[in-house]
């Protein structure tokens, strides 16, 4: 499935693969299951941030990550 038919028209809403993505990147792990147009998409929304050649979560992502989860 291409990443462009995983966005939706609202950017305040991340969808289902959106957020089990930033998790996924949250968590650390060593396998990450969407290739880098996800990363791109996530970067672009401001959700993460490359740093020396890891992903992380941004301050504006972990909001994301924790009112969804609530």
Same mark, same amino acid.
């Given at each position: 499935? /291409?990443? /462009?038919?995983? /966005?939706?028209?609202?950017p305040?809403v991340?969808?289902?693969?959106e957020w089990?993505a930033l998790?996924?990147?949250d968590? /650390?792990?060593?396998?990450?299951?969407?290739?880098?147009?996800?990363?791109?998409?996530?970067?672009?929304?401001?959700l993460?941030?490359?740093?020396?050649?890891?992903?992380?979560?941004?301050e504006?992502?972990q909001?994301?990550l924790?009112e969804?989860?609530?």
């Open positions: 499935m /291409q990443t /462009q038919h995983l /966005q939706i028209a609202r305040g991340m969808s289902d693969p089990i998790e996924s990147i968590e /650390q792990t060593t396998h990450f299951i969407f290739d880098d147009d996800m990363l791109v998409v996530l970067k672009d929304r401001g993460v941030e490359p740093l020396g050649g890891r992903w992380l979560v941004t504006h992502g909001k994301a924790n969804r989860s609530l």
